[in-house]
């Protein structure tokens, strides 16, 4: 029988070697031995953890290497978070299915590896969904994870947990899609369709710029539907990979929203995220003519986000990984790599005529955070900040710290764009030559002769939107202290974030 208990393979995982993927060319450190760190201790909000770049209110793991976030569900009022990751070094490899779980979106307890690599390969990026029907067969309420298996080929593998997702058995019949020819055919995401009352997984076919879509009435059983690609040279750019299907409310009526992360290609240079407006009708995605391509976060550090399934309200929440594939494994950070961004919610605004997808930081983030006034507490690691500004008129600034260091931002009045430049005044850059960027621009998308900004400052992050997050700037940062201030505007209000 091939249905393995991930329990017991953590017992023999220190026996298995990783597989080699070409996705990236990462080096792994020389850690050999198997951990499970993090095991059952919350991941709180606060300055516990002080490591020079350990973030205080983003999610990061105790110890070792993270990318992608997977499997994300809501179940019996948690969140889990599922995520690529290294229990054996701090590196890219041996990759595994981390777990985290949150009440609140902003206070997350790490616990034990949910999968481990099995007989089928690296367990690589995929989604979960909550099976109320029992649907598949597995017990009702049972959590389904569908992954992308990375042996000899990608293929799609399906586990299922009875125990509120803390421990997954494979599924005997494993893989639901087999694939021995396609180099690049990954990331399942699983949604239901109700018009067409089946579930639809959406696949990523790499460096074809492809999505295909497929479809199934119990999730064992899968029916290839259609492929959507485009002919906008400007989108058919890097590998695809992760994508997610979105329905969302739009002017009256509602817009389907599919989300593809890029490698390289991003807007700031190697890793982005882009997304097509459109139709989907139970078969295939039409996108609407707009001038793709159109982007998430115009930062370098905001990839292979992808949203919870069943979240209360019918809210699209999600949530990326901070970090990019251009220095990735070379961040300064230690025993852990990467951190996730703040949770998001998605919403479409109509910014001069066109849908944009908004990005906006979830309303969670009121329960860590204190009082607005002109000034931070000393010793403050992380905060927001709120200004509005002309934006018909060039003006600057500074987010700065008391070692002299700060992230300049420019309000480019003609160009309509917001500017930031990281460099060697904004801290530690010589890790990569890559790191270092004169100027990381996003389009202002807003109307009106004013914007207002919205500044989400940690240890080793900032994170910029306008109000609604049409405008959205992620990037990762790495000064000797946290920053403190905002210099060279008049009227910016502050509220220090955690320890709540």
């Known amino acids: 029988m091939k249905s393995i208990n991930i329990c017991i393979l953590t017992l023999i995982a220190a026996a298995l070697t990783g597989c080699g993927d070409d996705k990236f060319d990462l080096e792994i450190p020389g850690q050999t031995e198997t951990v499970t760190p993090g095991e059952g201790e919350e991941s709180t909000p606060s300055d516990e953890r002080n490591e020079l770049y350990r973030p205080a209110v983003h999610f990061t793991p105790a110890k070792n290497w993270i990318n ?21 070094g701090n590196g890219w490899g041996n990759m595994s299915w981390g777990h985290a779980t949150s009440t609140d979106l902003m206070h997350w307890t790490e616990q034990p590896v949910a999968m481990l690599r099995n007989e089928w390969g690296d367990i690589f990026s995929g989604s979960a969904i909550l099976d109320t029907e029992n649907t598949a067969g597995f017990g009702k309420n049972s959590i389904l994870a569908f992954y992308t298996a990375s042996g000899d080929h990608q293929q799609q593998c399906l586990a299922y947990s009875t125990d509120g997702g803390m421990t997954f058995t494979q599924y005997e019949g494993n893989p639901v899609i087999a694939n021995t020819s396609l180099p690049d055919f990954r990331d399942p995401k699983v949604i239901w369709h109700e018009e067409s009352k089946q579930w639809i997984m959406c696949l990523a076919l790499g460096w074809s710029q492809q999505i295909e879509f497929w479809g199934s009435k119990n999730l064992k059983s899968w029916t290839k539907l259609s492929t959507f690609t485009t002919d906008s040279a400007r989108s058919n750019i890097g590998q695809w990979e992760c994508p997610d299907l979105i329905r969302l409310p739009y002017k009256g009526g509602e817009k389907w929203v599919l989300i593809v992360s890029n490698n390289p290609g991003g807007p700031a240079g190697g890793s982005g995220t882009e997304y097509f407006v459109g139709d989907f009708d139970g078969t295939s995605f039409t996108a609407m003519p707009l001038d793709y391509p159109l982007w998430l976060d115009y930062g370098s550090d905001n990839y292979a986000g992808v949203t919870w399934s069943n979240v209360p309200s019918g809210r699209s929440i999600m949530i990326g990984w901070m970090n990019n594939w251009n220095y990735a494994g070379d961040v300064p950070c230690s025993p852990w790599r990467s951190a996730m961004t703040l949770p998001r919610e998605l919403s479409l605004k109509e910014v001069d005529g066109n849908p944009l997808l908004a990005t906006a930081v979830v309303k969670e983030l009121d329960g ?6 002109e000034s931070l507490p000393a010793g403050t690691a992380a905060w927001e900040a709120r200004v509005t500004l002309p934006s018909n008129e060039a003006s600057s600034f500074r987010i700065e710290n008391g070692a002299g260091q700060f992230m300049e931002a420019e309000l480019n009045a003609a160009a309509r764009r917001l ?56 990037n990762v940062v790495y000064p000797k202290e946290p920053y403190s201030v905002i210099t060279g505007l008049s009227g910016v209000e502050y509220r220090p974030l955690g320890n709540k």
């Open 68 to 88: 992608d976030p997977n499997g994300m569900v809501y179940a019996d009022g948690v969140y889990h978070l599922y995520y690529q990751y290294n229990p054996q």
């Open 368 to 373: 860590i955070a204190g009082e607005w006034s």
């Open 419 to 474: 500017i930031v430049k990281r460099n060697s005044n904004s801290g530690e850059v010589s890790f990569n030559n890559l790191f270092s960027q004169p100027g990381i621009s996003a389009p202002l998308n807003c109307e009106g002769d004013k914007i207002e900004l919205h500044i989400y400052v940690d240890r080793s992050s900032v994170e910029i939107t306008n109000a609604d997050g049409t405008m959205c700037l992620t």
